[in-house]
T-cell receptor, first 112, second 114 residues
């Protein structure tokens, strides 16, 4: 089946620290991979995506590379800011994209 | 741009009451869906629709009904609310037919059933 597993939180980092949030997946077919971010009291917003192997998605200093050999899509940022505090969701779709499969989310808190 | 609009944002229901969560999108997306978000469980798909007049069940459909009479609107109905339906509900939409399409979410509806 299709599923996403991401590292459990919460994660607390100091400002300017390096961030990695692990995400691995299983999929029937060739998936597209996404990271969504949810700020407090808001809906989910697309952070970045990759639609084929070895693609790197990037946005706002965040990056993730689609690794087919390890079925992974880890999220990284070199220097986090307080404003990055949010919940991050890894997700995938396959085929026509009718259904999104989400991980359980990882809460990140960045302290000054 | 309005994007995906959900109402109400907050609602408290008594067990057994019924209500409808409204969802509208102005992006002419064929695909619309409803998710619920619960602590430690991520987002789970309740129902989805690939176009007007077409709906299908997701992972957790029990206790919920949907209909899709227009491209723009996709209401979610709770027929007889139960405390287990206390959750945050998100409506979402996307273009149909390509797995790389971005899904756009509404801001959420916080529902408490007492």
């Amino acid at each position: 089946g299709n599923s996403v597993t991401q590292m459990e939180g919460p994660v607390t980092l100091s400002e300017e620290a390096f961030l990695t949030i692990n995400c691995t997946y299983t999929a029937t077919g060739y998936p597209s991979l996404f990271w969504y971010v949810q700020y407090p009291g808001e809906g989910l917003q697309l952070l970045l995506k990759a639609t084929k192997a070895d693609d790197k998605g990037s946005n706002k200093g965040f990056e993730a590379t689609y690794r087919k050999e390890t079925t992974s899509f880890h999220l990284e940022k070199g220097s986090v800011q307080v404003s990055d505090s949010a919940v991050y969701f890894c997700a995938l779709t396959v085929n026509t994209g009718n259904q999104f499969y989400f991980g359980t989310g990882t809460s990140l808190t960045v302290i000054p | 741009n309005a994007g995906v609009t959900q109402t109400p944002k907050f609602q408290v229901l008594k067990t057994g009451q019924s209500m409808t969560l409204q969802c509208a999108q102005d992006m002419n997306h064929e695909y619309m869906s409803w998710y619920r978000q619960d602590p430690g469980m991520g987002l789970r798909l309740i129902h989805y629709s690939v176009g007007a007049g077409i709906t299908d069940q997701g992972e957790v459909p029990n206790g919920y009904n949907v209909s899709r009479s227009t491209t723009e609107d996709f209401p979610l109905r709770l027929l007889s609310a139960a405390p287990s339906q206390t959750s945050v509900y998100f409506c979402a939409s996307s273009q149909q037919g390509y797995s790389g399409n971005t899904i756009y979410f509404g801001e959420g509806s916080w529902l408490t059933v007492v």
